[in-house]
């Protein structure tokens, strides 16, 4: 950045700069963000500097190392007037903390409560509030996807790829049931994790790269329906007439001609991932998620249960399972009895 001195780049120009050398890095973790962050990160830093001006009432544009608390005070304030989302602008200020971390200026963008956001407007829980699964919102699954598959073999193909291994709608899309299908002894997976002699290999958020392991019936028959609806070996369950956008579209323009929205029915394509993630909890735990009302779960089991529910996800982190099973609830083990006995007396001894 040396050959860009201050006062004397114009601003924008700086910027540039910065997208070029550091927009693929994540802000916190030694890896690269997808394609779709750098994309909306660098659209937002853009537009965030032109709008200093034309939105916030600064009359010049200032230099990216120049920014100060007052610019990003104010335009919190022009998004609080536009009535824009609260995650979406705890959205924004990553992408502000991010910049300011590229010049090495880690702290200097705070919390949300530094700029006059409550609490309450800009807390985000990981944890399901609600049931999202279709099956919860009286949806009959099977028969909607029997529907969507008369309507279009694609879609409908997606929708049982969705059913039987709980992916995301784009892993759905892109899959291709021919290359995707490898042998256990490609995953890379220990040999006493062989679950199935053959695997779906899905490459989803951020990269990363797991293996679903065709074990039952209902996985092998959506394998083999997609398989059946594809024009060729290479081929991914997109129309391969349409690009990526394209087929995004029309298949959430298909779930929408079903009834399938919020509005309608309350629930999205996603909730069909909830709806499998969920039941592969109930298959390992026993009983329910918190979500769904769940009974006496020892910590050992819960812990284990929701481990799976992350991997199955693709998530990196186990907690994510919160975001599909609702809060840890789990019940004290017995082996924790003496120490609450103990504490139970301890607290009559001081009362």
Known sequence: MAHYPKGKTPPLKVLEVLIELFNALHTSMAKTVSHKT?????????????????????????????LGQK??????????????????????????????????????????DHYGLSVDEYQRHEYASRDKGWSANGVDIDAV??????????????????????????????????????????????????????????????GRVRHIPLDSQERL??????????????????NPAHDLRKNLRHFDYVLTKFGITVRERGVTAHGLRHEVLIGHYEALAGTAPPVRGNGVVAPDVDRAARQAVALLAGHARPRAACAYLGAVQAQPSSGSRDGDDKREATSKAVS
Not at 147 to 158: E, L, N, P, T
Not at 221 to 238: E, L, P
Request: with cysteine.
């Open 221 to 238: 028959a959506a394998v083999a329906f997609a398989q059946g609806v594809v024009s060729s070996q290479d081929a991914h369950m997109g």
């Open 145 to 206: 996807i029997t529907q969507v598959c008369d309507h279009d073999r694609f879609v409908g193909a997606s929708l049982r790829l969705i059913r039987t291994m709980g992916l995301r709608r784009k892993e759905s899309v892109l899959f291709r049931p021919f290359e995707s299908i490898v042998p256990f002894e490609s995953t890379g997976l220990p040999p006493d994790d062989k679950l199935a002699d053959r695997y779906a290999r899905i490459k989803g958020k951020g």
């Open 38 to 66: 750098r994309q909306e990160r660098a659209q937002f830093l853009r537009r965030f500097f032109r709008d200093l001006r034309t939105k916030a009432g600064f009359k010049t544009v200032p230099d990216p190392r120049n």
């Open 71 to 112: 610019h990003i005070r104010a335009m919190v304030q022009v998004w609080q007037q536009e009535h824009l989302a609260p995650a979406t602008i705890q959205t924004y200020l990553s992408f502000l903390r991010g910049l300011a971390m590229w010049m090495g200026k880690h702290g200097f963008v705070r919390s949300p």
